[in-house]
């Protein structure tokens, strides 16, 4: 996924650029996306979902990976995706407001905790400003038109 590439994560707030953290921008920002649907009263597509899977599958595959280590990974990985989408808004009504869960960026990303706080603020602004940015853009192209948003 582009966005967690943006060079925004890695020079401004200094996340390191390892696959791990990409994997949790990815999953955060999949993350936003259901939250998203869910509060619109829509359903997420599987197919989506299983795209983003088969691209982290076919990614561990090239880096040479064995059947097994891969299966151990997606396992993990799966577990890491729902517990970030089931704990990242500590809003669970349905209207348009969001708020993130701190505690659940402190466990991806601990050392935003250990730098400056602007590093956590510049984060947590990131993340109110996308949620923001794709509710306003209709469901049937949100994830494509998500790569648009600039910060």
């Known amino acids: 996924m582009t966005l967690s590439r943006n060079l925004f994560f890695y020079k401004k707030i200094g996340l390191s650029d390892t ?3 990409r994997i949790y921008l990815m999953f955060i920002h ?3 996306f259901m939250i998203i649907y869910k509060k619109k009263g829509f359903k ?3 197919k989506s979902y299983d795209i983003l899977f088969y691209n982290i599958e076919y990614n561990l595959r090239e880096t040479g990976l064995g059947d097994v ?3 151990k990974k997606m396992k993990e990985f ?3 995706l729902y517990d970030i ?3 990242i808004d500590l809003k669970k009504d349905y209207d348009k407001s969001f708020q993130i869960n701190k505690d659940v960026i402190k466990k991806y990303f ?3 905790y250990m730098q400056e706080n602007s590093s956590l603020s510049l984060f947590d602004d990131y993340i109110m400003n996308f949620f923001n940015f794709c509710f306003e853009l209709p469901l049937d192209n949100m994830i494509e038109k998500s790569i648009n ?3």
């Open 19 to 21: 696959f791990e953290t």
């Open 69 to 71: 280590t891969v299966n």
């Open 44 to 46: 997420f597509s599987q």
């Open 78 to 80: 799966n577990k890491i």
């Open 149 to 151: 948003f600039k910060k």
């Open 30 to 32: 999949f993350s936003i």
């Open 85 to 87: 989408l089931l704990k």
């Open 110 to 112: 601990n050392h935003l």
